[in-house]
């Protein structure tokens, strides 16, 4: 399974980072992306990392905001989210990307609200 | 950007009935890498299809997905009261990611 924490309350311009803590199989096997939903809306791709991180991608509305990066030895992936929006207000999922580009495991979420 | 446009919007139905939804995609799907998700209200999305039409583990054979290039179906035969839901469609084949902005099959 999927474990991530670390959203909450933070205002306009400030920063959060996510964990995404991963259990019952090697996050070093895996691809891994971030997604989010806005409260009522659809499901938005955000970033991609690669086995060893060395490779990345992001949507363009995060883009040089937003830095992915993981920690196999912890079995971990992290989300920094910097000069936060207000849009950028969603439910914030980790997911395991399978070769073909599906999203096979999803983690539980968590919330990022930003409000001044 | 690949953009997918899913259709309808809404699809309102009866239980045993069956559903199509379509997705389109704005440039060729490469490798055929499309999925559809189920997401029922406050559960996090599940994958259902992945590859257009291989049924992830455990998903019935009540779905199906088809298509290639640009445009793809999921279609849902004999529909359970647990497939009212929002279903979206994703692809990969083309960065970024992206996925459509979803179907609701509701109850009629």
């Known amino acids: 399974q999927l474990v991530v924490s670390g959203g909450g309350l933070v205002k306009p311009g400030g920063s959060l980072r996510l964990a995404c803590d991963a259990s019952?199989?090697?996050?070093?096997?895996?691809?891994m992306s971030w997604v989010r939903q806005a409260p009522g809306k659809g499901l938005e791709w955000l970033s991609y990392?690669?086995?060893?991180?060395?490779?990345?991608d992001y949507a363009a509305s995060v883009d040089g905001r937003f830095t992915v990066s993981r920690d196999n030895a912890r079995n971990s992936i992290y989300l920094q989210l910097s000069t936060l929006r207000v849009e950028d207000t969603a439910i914030y999922y980790c997911?395991?990307?399978?070769?073909?580009?599906?999203?096979?495991?999803w983690g539980h979420g968590t919330l990022v609200t930003v409000s001044s | 950007e690949n953009v997918l446009t899913q259709s309808p919007g809404t699809l309102s139905l009866s239980p045993g009935d069956s559903a199509t939804l379509f997705c389109r995609a704005n440039?060729?799907?490469?490798?055929?890498?499309l999925a559809w998700y189920q997401q029922r209200p406050g559960q996090t999305p599940k994958l259902l299809i992945y590859?257009?039409?291989t049924r992830a583990t455990g998903i019935p054979d009540r779905f199906g997905g088809s298509g290639s290039g640009k445009d793809f179906t999921l279609t849902i035969s004999r529909l359970e009261a647990e497939d009212f839901a929002v279903y979206y469609c994703?692809?990969?084949?083309?960065?970024?990611?992206?996925f459509g902005q979803g179907t609701k099959v509701d109850i009629k």
């Open positions: 990392i690669s086995l060893s991180g060395s490779v990345s």
């Open positions: 440039h060729t799907v490469s490798n055929n890498h």
């Open positions: 019952g199989f090697r996050l070093s096997d895996s691809y």
């Open positions: 997911v395991r990307e399978m070769l073909n580009g599906a999203f096979d495991l």
């Open positions: 590859g257009a039409s």
């Open positions: 994703q692809q990969s084949g083309y960065s970024p990611r992206t």
